[in-house]
């Protein structure tokens, strides 16, 4: 399995595990600590940049469904009683989500000097040796 596939299948069942989290009842809602916003940031941070690895010639269409995803999510929560709605809270996803497709979009552009980089990191690391 190369990259583009592997991120492509992470991609979507972590949109799948958002959707979950977004609209579960509040108690059964996963939690890793109290910073809220930065799960928020990370989880679309991640979002982003997998969907931008996985379909890095279509970023322009990623960037609008990682951030049409935040919105919808965050106003599909108007519909349950005990969740809400917050325009602080689609911020942080919105932010998260950009930064995760920029992210992206820089690996996609110089990922072919990247590996080479760390191909001569890895030659001068056998010459010590």
Not at 61 to 80: C, D, N, P, Y
């Amino acid at each position: 399995m190369n990259l583009k596939r592997a991120a492509g299948l992470l991609a979507w069942v972590l949109f799948a595990v958002i959707a979950y989290s977004t609209m579960s009842p509040l108690d059964l809602r996963p939690r890793i600590g109290h910073l809220v916003h930065i799960e928020r940031f990370g989880a679309f941070g991640l979002l982003g940049l997998l969907f931008a690895l996985a379909y890095p010639k279509r970023l322009g269409r990623v960037l609008v469904l990682v951030l049409a995803t935040a919105i919808g999510f965050e106003l599909l929560q108007m519909i349950s009683a005990d969740r809400h709605a917050r325009v602080t809270d689609v911020a942080v996803k919105l932010m998260g989500g950009a930064c995760g497709v920029f992210s992206g979009w820089i690996i996609a552009r110089y990922r072919s000097q990247f590996v080479a980089w760390l191909g001569r990191i890895n030659e001068n690391a056998k010459c010590r040796s």
